[in-house]
């Protein structure tokens, strides 16, 4: 993020590009929660799907916008980001009735992915630039959202808003 404002926008790294990757981790941080809250009146898989497009939304507005753009949705792409991870897990615990255990492990594992992506981007950035090798982020969240909107889960999360 803060390479990304350097190159694109000219901004300082150690003040402007630290500063806007803090706002960042604490609108992630801010996001769980709001998405323990949002759990209560919405069902699990709807905010996974409107979550992870707010979160193209905002990454696209970052990425290809000018630089007041980029300031301000980089930040809240880390809101929308931060209501995933427990749902997906959530979601995917709830379409099965067994082999959870095996299920997590697999789900945990795949965290470790997570460290290839900045080596991929990095090494798109060398052969096509930084903005086109971000773009690569494209394909997690359209697959989540995807997730979200496939996902069958064996019982519906209940919520204040559901009829009783």
């Not at 996974?48 to 809240?76: E, Q, R």
């Not at 460290?115 to 090798?133: E, W």
């Not at 697959?143 to 009829?163: C, S």
């Amino acid at each position: 993020m803060s390479q990304f404002l350097k190159t694109y926008h000219g901004c300082d790294p150690q003040t402007t590009g630290a500063n806007t990757l803090s706002m960042f981790w604490t609108l992630l941080t801010a996001g769980c929660a709001g998405g323990m809250l949002l759990v209560k009146f919405f069902e699990s898989r709807r905010i996974v799907t409107f979550s992870s497009m707010l979160a193209v939304g905002c990454f696209s507005c970052a990425v290809l916008g000018n630089k007041t753009m980029a300031l301000i949705f980089f930040p809240l792409v880390g809101l929308f980001l931060s209501v995933l991870w427990p749902l997906i897990a959530e979601l995917a615990l709830n379409s099965l009735e067994r082999h959870h255990g095996a299920l997590m492990g697999i789900l945990f594992s795949s965290a470790v992915g997570g460290a290839f992506g900045p080596l991929l981007i990095g090494r798109l950035a060398d052969l096509v630039g930084l903005r086109a090798g971000m773009l690569v982020l494209y394909l997690p969240l359209l697959y989540i959202a995807f997730l979200g909107i496939r996902a069958r889960p064996l019982v519906t999360n209940a919520t204040f808003l559901a009829k009783q």
